[in-house]
């Protein structure tokens, strides 16, 4: 934990994060994926195969990323609401390794 800086003040800004990086990640695979679609699709019809809309895995992405994003959002919520800003309890392993932490 940053000295000075509540778990609450932490999360917000891995909870910020998570779901900016998650959101660049999903228009990153959205316009990627239109893109090949629009590439593919002259070659594919002249070849007789008809394809479905890209929409359809755009949903998919979509609904994974949020599932996912979800997932992180809350294991980092939970993960700060069990330490307060003087709980050590979590460095107690340390001790094995002749780290001194606040003089015990």
Known sequence: MLEGYSPAQISGYYIRLIATVNAILLVIAVVA???????????????????????????????????????????VAALSAD????????????????IVIDGE
């Open 33 to 75: 994926m239109t893109a090949i679609s629009r590439l593919w699709s002259a070659p594919l019809a002249g070849a007789g195969i008809t394809g479905g809309s890209p929409l359809t895995a755009i949903a998919c992405a979509a609904a994974i990323t949020l599932l996912l994003t979800a997932g992180a959002l809350i294991a």
């Open 83 to 98: 330490h307060s800003p003087r709980d050590t309890d979590h460095l107690s392993s340390l001790k094995g390794f002749g």
